[in-house]
């Protein structure tokens, strides 16, 4: 039997990040791995749905190159090759993680991971993408990490054929765009996939059973975004109870409806609590009920983000190894979609509290930095204290919002009491961010007065 200090099941954002941190910190380390290292996020997940996206960005710039006096014509592309070009940087990025897990001196074991106690994982054989009955080897460790992520989930009425109904994974590895495609489910993933597909021809309806599309998100940016899709040529249809009665007529239909956790670990066998939707339950060290077994990313059902996947992985090494436990910190939280142009938020985590919060806007149009990169679509909405003039939340809809969002935590993260004009650099849509703030107290300059 293998004996380790700690083992961690997956090698996604959190378990890569807890068996690195757990080698740094002195302790022997087996990671174990049922399909490609990297987890969901890179092979089929938040990198390969950025590259299309990046793809697709190259090639609306390419067509509105005119704007800067250059004449280019976009000869016609083939969908194939954009994929195996994403392929290609998905698997430069795996050899960067295997070879970051190589250089820490730690054990990769290729298998599937099943508690036989609360110290024991029996490693089974993966075969075709199957779980086979032979046996690699038994890992005794006196701590394990789980950290075995989520995979699509699957409407009532229907299943994945990886055909004609397909999952984001299957989305994500076509050859060929679909002439039309019914995407059920408008969340960011749906919103993603839209955005994508639509870019590159396709005829694309996206379905929402709720009211609006992101139903948790700010409503003016869920109604930008709408605005935005039904302008590149996507049927944006809302309150649709039974999107699955008109399939007939699509050539692909996109399930977009959740995340469902990845727990047939034989958790069963050592009495690990989990809710009635199967995320495992962790208290703020991402501890189980089991002492000895922590449980971080999207199998614990928090944020489902590769970030504070990432978070958590760190400081749970550090609670596996040390003797002084760390509570996760996941207080400010960004999160951004890539529609076109692409939206980000954030806010703290008590703003629902505020009762006395102000709200200030700042339109692109009124940026010299946008004008200048012809990106002139979207805003900044920002929420202050009106008593402290403390910042509380941004909301960004436009270009590079995915970039100007982690600012804007920074901010928040601070605990910043206000935003000076003299650290923003000019020009830049960094501004933005201070013109909207300043607005909300009715001090922006740079914005023409509204009548009374």
């Known amino acids: 039997m ?38 969901t996020c890179l092979n089929c997940g938040c990198i390969p749905t950025k590259f ?3 793809a697709l960005k190259t090639k609306q710039k390419i067509q509105k190159s005119y704007e800067y006096g250059f004449k280019a014509v976009l000869e016609p592309f083939i969908f194939a090759n954009i994929i195996a070009k994403k392929d290609r940087n998905i698997a430069n990025i795996r050899k960067g993680m295997e070879m970051i897990l190589s250089s820490h001196k730690l054990d990769v074991i290729n298998g599937t991971a099943l508690f036989k106690d609360k110290n024991t994982l029996t490693i089974l054989n993966n075969v075709r993408g199957a779980v086979s009955k032979d046996m690699i080897c038994e890992v005794f460790a006196d701590k394990i990490i789980i950290a075995s992520g989520t995979k699509p989930s699957i409407i009532k009425g229907s299943a994945f054929d990886g ?32 955005t994508i597909f639509s870019g590159f021809g396709c005829h694309v309806t996206l379905s929402e059973c709720e009211s609006c599309l992101l139903p948790n998100e700010d409503k003016e940016i869920s109604e930008e975004i709408r605005k935005n899709l039904l302008r590149q040529g996507v049927n944006v249809l809302t ?50 009920n089991v002492e000895n077994i922590y449980a971080v990313g999207d199998i614990a059902g928090k944020n489902l983000l590769a970030y504070t996947a990432q978070n958590e992985g760190a400081l749970t090494a550090e609670n596996a190894v040390g003797e002084n436990f760390i ?31 102000v709200f200030g806007k700042f339109p692109f149009t009124a940026s010299g930095r946008a004008f200048i990169e012809s990106e ?19 909301w960004i809809i436009g270009a590079h919002s995915d970039e100007l969002i982690n600012t804007a935590s920074q901010i928040l993260k601070s605990g910043m009491e206000y935003i000076s004009r003299e650290t923003m650099f000019h020009p830049s849509l960094s501004e933005s961010l201070l013109n909207a703030y300043e607005d909300a107290l009715g001090k922006c300059t740079e914005l023409v007065k509204n009548k009374d």
């Not at 960004?334 to 629902?352: E, G, N, R, W, Y």
């Not at 202050?384 to 941004?394: I, M």
Request: charged letters at 20%.
């Open 2 to 39: 293998n004996k380790y200090d700690i083992a961690v099941i997956g090698s996604g954002p959190g378990g890569f990040t807890a068996a690195v941190r757990a080698v740094q910190l002195g302790a022997k380390v087996a990671v174990i791995e049922k399909s490609f290292t990297g987890g």
């Open 52 to 54: 299309l996206w990046q």
């Open 163 to 194: 055909n004609k109904v397909i999952s984001p994974t299957d989305a994500l590895n076509l050859k060929e765009i679909p002439k039309n495609m019914l995407i059920i489910g408008g969340g960011a993933i749906g919103i993603e996939m839209a």
């Open 239 to 288: 309150s649709c109870a039974n999107a699955l009665d008109d399939t007939g007529k699509y050539e692909k239909v996109l399930i977009v409806t959740g995340r469902t956790p990845n727990n047939d670990l034989g958790l069963e066998n050592i009495g690990i609590k989990m809710v009635k939707k199967g995320f495992i339950v962790t208290n703020k060290f991402c501890q189980t």
């Open 327 to 357: 509570a996760a910190d996941n207080f400010i939280v960004p999160q951004a979609i890539f529609a076109m142009p692409q939206s980000a938020s954030v806010k703290v985590l008590d703003f629902s509290k505020y009762k006395d919060a």
């Open 376 to 394: 002139r679509t979207g805003f900044v909405k920002c929420a202050v204290d009106k008593t402290t003039e403390k910042p509380l939340a941004f």
